[in-house]
């Protein structure tokens, strides 16, 4: 998607942002994705610095969140630099209880997705990836 230099170049903090058609888009992305994946326990938008954008979490602290979302992609990255892969996409992390998974969402953001340990991975991945190029669309469109 984007390159760690990339990043630091365009990113903005998503309290000083203003646009409501943008943080609209953002939200009901998150809608949709909850809709499209049975088995999905939440979802975040973090900035590339760990502050929540939009959430459609429960009874769950959106700021930690959002910063272990961070700190996931930030993790991925480096890995992926260490290996000369490319850009990050996405990072995986499975448990016997469920899955938490990090999608690169433009220069930005990040998503961040829960979900059961019976989730469908393969539908989770479909879904999210199109969610997060919705998200990355609609964070362009920021000042």
Do not use: K, W
Request: glycine share 10%; net charge negative.
């Amino acid at each position: 998607m984007v390159s760690p230099t990339a990043r630091g170049t365009r990113h903005q903090r998503p309290d000083g942002v203003g646009d409501r058609a943008a943080r609209q888009n953002v939200q009901e992305s998150l809608v949709t994705l909850r809709r499209a994946v049975p088995d999905l326990l939440g979802s975040l938008v973090a900035s590339v610095d760990g502050l929540p954008i939009a959430h459609d979490v429960q009874d769950e602290d959106a700021a930690s969140i959002a910063a272990m979302a961070a700190t996931a992609a930030g993790l991925g990255t480096r890995l992926v630099d260490s290996f000369s892969f490319g850009e990050f996409d996405e990072n995986v992390v499975r448990a016997r209880g469920g899955y938490f998974v990090v999608y690169s969402a433009g220069p930005m953001a990040v998503l961040a997705t829960t979900a059961s340990a019976g989730a469908n991975l393969g539908r989770l991945h479909l879904e999210a990836r199109r969610c997060a190029m919705r998200i990355a669309l609609a964070l362009e469109e920021l000042p």
